[in-house]
């Protein structure tokens, strides 16, 4: 399985940006997904992350009623749509995907995902 992210870049305070992961290999549909990202000189944090089917879907409490996440099982594609970016939202943003259910509480955790994209850059500053 192979991730692709898109649609970093810089933005001002309060401005959106909307993330972009193509995958390739497997079949999209049975992955769980999830954003994760890093700060530099941070560990990798949870962003959201959602089911298969997108009936569940977590957040992290910093990004709650500001990130979206979503999927389409059609175009391979996972997005999160970020808005109201504050500078502490700069990082490198990465999606993550895993075949198969896993509980909720552990979609939260890096280590329940095997393929990782790339990253891209998000910075939020005037």
């Known amino acids: 399985v192979q991730l692709v992210e898109s649609g970093g870049g810089l933005v001002q305070p309060g401005g959106s940006l909307r993330l972009s992961c193509v995958a390739s290999g497997g079949t999209f549909s049975d992955y769980v997904l999830g954003w994760f990202r890093q700060a530099p000189g941070k560990e990798r944090e949870f962003v959201a992350a959602?089911?298969?089917?997108?009936?569940?879907?977590r957040y992290a409490d910093s990004v709650k009623g500001r990130f979206t996440i979503s999927r389409d099982n059609a175009k391979n594609t996972v997005y999160l749509q970020m808005n109201s970016l504050k500078p502490e939202d700069t990082a490198v943003y990465s999606c993550?995907?895993?075949?198969?259910?896993?509980?909720?509480?552990?979609?939260?955790?890096?280590?329940?995902?095997?393929?990782w994209g790339q990253g891209t850059q998000v910075t939020v500053s005037s």
């Open positions: 959602m089911d298969l089917n997108g009936s569940t879907k």
């Open positions: 993550a995907a895993r075949n198969g259910r896993i509980i909720s509480s552990y979609m939260t955790r890096p280590g329940s995902y095997p393929y």
